[in-house]
């Protein structure tokens, strides 16, 4: 077993622990993969680019405008010259349930008047909608939403009247 395998402590660390590199470049590209129809769909690297993954590919989410932020950062380093945002969160929860569950949560919330506000569903994706009296409950609105299981991203276009 080789030093680099265990810890200061003399654990052993297994490989499903490790860390995972968190860049690398591009060897050798392909044609590109095939969709259902058969018909070749061309890849978006080619040979010798340097590509970024996940510290710990596989389990990272990115929510609500993440992607975008991070996408963002990184255009502005030194050496990047382009980057490919591919990052899609799925709902595991069904968007009526969502809707349930956010108009349920705005009716207990005792300094909103749920009545005022609508909530649209566009698969894990949330648009409220309606008038509050105060800037405090249109962040409590939005609060309860990004709150609620499955959903992605908020978009608060609540008024403020009052």
């Known amino acids: 077993m ?96 969502i809707k349930r569950r956010i108009e349920q949560a705005l009716r207990r919330a005792a300094e909103l008047d749920a009545s005022r506000l609508s909530i649209e569903t566009n698969g894990s994706e949330i648009i409220l909608r309606g008038t509050v009296r105060s800037w405090a409950e249109r962040e409590q609105a939005e609060r309860t939403a990004r709150s609620a299981p499955g959903v992605s991203k908020v978009d608060n276009r609540i008024r403020v009247e009052g």
Do not use: H, M, Y
């Open 2 to 97: 080789e030093a680099e395998e265990k810890a200061p402590a003399g654990i052993i660390i297994p490989d499903t622990a490790k860390e995972k590199p968190v860049e690398g470049e591009v060897l050798a590209v392909g044609p590109g993969a095939r969709d259902e129809t058969g018909r070749i769909i061309s890849l978006d690297v080619k040979t010798g680019d340097r590509v970024l993954f996940g510290k710990w590919a596989g389990t990272d989410v990115i929510i609500d405008g993440e992607g975008e932020r991070a996408e963002e950062a990184v255009q502005g380093l030194r050496g990047v010259r382009g980057v490919t945002n591919k990052i899609e969160v799925r709902p595991q929860v069904p968007p009526v349930e």
